[in-house]
């Protein structure tokens, strides 16, 4: 029996401990990068979409003024690519409210979009 090497030194058990604990170290700061990232990526994404959407009812307000009506599409494109579809929904339902309680000159301008 003493042919048989022992395992469980304290020797083996400290080197043992180590790399476990380094390997848990590692596993935690990826983990711990990857959800950072994760954050990261929404927090900017919730931030271009508040831009947008304050940029979006600007150009609404400026729709009877030179070029509102081009900003106001192009802006309304960029919203079918970040928005959710319950924001692009009320969009649409905001879009409709506005054409039919225009005024007469307006409700000709509004139909353009």
Excluded: C, H, W
Aim: hydrophobic content about 40%; aromatic content about 8%.
């Amino acid at each position: 029996m003493s042919n048989v090497p022992n395992l469980l030194n304290s020797d083996n058990l400290s080197s043992f401990v180590t790399l476990f604990v380094a390997l848990i170290a590692v596993v935690g700061a990826t983990i711990t990068y990857r959800v950072q990232k994760r954050l990261d990526r929404e927090a900017d994404l919730v931030s271009k979409k508040r831009e947008l959407y304050l940029n979006f009812m600007r150009s609404f307000m400026q729709l009877n003024s030179d070029g509102g009506l081009e900003t106001y599409n192009s802006l309304r494109m960029e919203l079918s690519l970040l928005a959710s579809d319950q924001v692009l929904k009320s969009v649409n339902e905001f879009a409709e409210y506005a054409a039919d309680t225009s005024s007469p000159s307006a409700q000709r301008d509004m139909k353009k979009f």
